[in-house]
């Protein structure tokens, strides 16, 4: 895929209708009841955003403090049966940037060029793009402890499908992911294929389940001593049939597992792009639901979500027009809770315009609010991309080593 100022909550007058069980009740630009039905209280997360939360007395629209705890991975026993999720603590484990660069010159059908202008741009090298300065400022300076790093499958194994790691471009990528490891953030190595190889879907006629999770075995082997690596499976498949891809993943996870990353966290991502929005209707949530560890059991196994907020979800509109709650975050939340799962919004956001700034706000509150099945958000994109022709740049820049951000990441993605 590819206004900075705080803003005060805005209530409504009264109106007639209650909020119904966690439905937005308050938050800037909102002008929908304020107050909720019997048994739950209207509940202050930030300005942008308050929900129905369950409390106590006959209704009503105090913006009480969520309480804080330490958010815990669900786990599971091992018959796969998910624990109860714990309630929300108001804030997001994660929250983070793309860095961008590795997976330029991937296509959608999983093309990738990797020599040449048109090929990889990597992030490295300690000049712009500096991809380390970048992740250490956003560190520092902003609270973010989440890095999606991406990457082309052809990259990795210099063109040669099912052939091993090539030792000069993993050490390039290599650089990058350990400077991301250095600044004490968590690290999302992200095959960006789209599911597919020149064309070829995994599983379905392109590349074997066996070349799929032999690429998953050797860098699983390779980073199976860092406890802050993510394993994000594949970005952004589409146009697939769901349970024959929920194999692919599944054996994704086992060569990652047997290959001794135990502990780590590993992205399951769905089809349709991994929309948010239609993970539950497109199959995606049946079909990976019954992915699991060697073991039967399903802990640190997390939905992997994209959601932009553009009107087509493709990241290439003008401006931004929803929040995505109504019809996509609240959804799935219901759907994670029923089930005792989590998921991680990989990607999200949207041209620096104020239009976005209020958007983006609500939905990165709404996931606040619902923390206990939304780990984090990750924003697009950093990296190697323009700090001022490309329209998604969340691209800081830096001058005598003053770091400046854009203003969706200032407005929205720091905190």
Not at 146 to 165: A, E, I, K, Y
Request: with cysteine; proline share 4%.
């Amino acid at each position: 895929m590819k206004t900075t100022s705080a803003l005060s909550v805005l209530f409504a007058g009264t109106v007639s209708a209650q909020g119904a069980a966690y439905a937005q009740c308050g938050g800037t630009g909102w002008t929908g009841s304020t107050s909720c039905v019997s048994g739950y209280t209207c509940t202050f997360s930030n300005s942008y955003y308050s929900q129905c939360l369950p409390g106590t007395g006959s209704g009503g629209s105090s913006a009480t403090t969520l309480a804080t705890s330490t958010i815990k991975v669900v786990s599971s026993t091992s018959s796969g049966v998910a624990s109860p999720t714990s309630s929300s603590s108001g804030k997001v484990q994660f929250a983070g940037v793309n860095i961008a660069g590795f997976d330029f010159g991937c296509g959608t059908d999983g093309t990738c060029v990797i020599t040449g202008t048109n090929g990889p741009y990597p992030a490295i090298g300690g000049s712009y793009p500096d991809g380390p300065g970048q992740m250490s400022h956003f560190v520092k300076d902003d609270n973010l402890n989440l890095f999606r790093l991406p990457v082309g499958w052809q990259f990795l194994v210099n063109g040669v499908l099912g052939g091993t790691l090539n030792p000069a471009n993993l050490a390039q990528y290599n650089t990058l992911v350990q400077a991301c490891l250095s600044t004490g953030a968590y690290c999302i190595i992200d095959i960006h294929n789209y599911a597919r190889w020149d064309g070829g879907i995994i599983g379905q006629g392109g590349p074997t389940n066996d070349q799929f999770a032999n690429l998953w075995s050797q860098l699983a082997t390779y980073y199976a001593s860092e406890s802050k690596i993510l394993f994000g499976v594949m970005n952004e498949p589409h146009d697939l049939t769901i349970t024959t891809w929920a194999t692919s993943v599944q054996a994704a996870v086992t060569a990652i597992r047997q290959a001794g990353a135990t502990s780590q966290m590993i992205l399951l991502p769905g089809t349709q792009y991994t929309s948010a929005g239609a993970f539950i209707n497109d199959g995606s949530a049946a079909a990976l639901v019954g992915v699991t560890n060697p073991d039967g059991s399903t802990t640190n196994l997390i939905f992997d979500v994209h959601k932009y907020l553009d009107s087509d979800n493709s990241g290439s509109g003008a401006d931004c027009v929803t929040n995505n709650i109504a019809d996509a975050f609240q959804p799935l939340a219901d759907w994670l809770n029923s089930v005792g799962r989590q998921a991680l919004l990989s990607e999200t956001g949207g041209p620096n315009t104020s239009n976005c700034a209020t958007y983006l706000c609500q939905e990165i509150a709404f996931l606040n609010a619902n923390s206990n099945v939304y780990l984090g958000y990750v924003g697009w994109a950093a990296g190697s991309f323009s700090a001022t022709t490309y329209a998604l740049t969340e691209t800081p820049t830096e001058s005598n080593g003053v770091w400046t951000d854009q203003s969706l990441v200032k407005a929205c993605i720091a905190r």
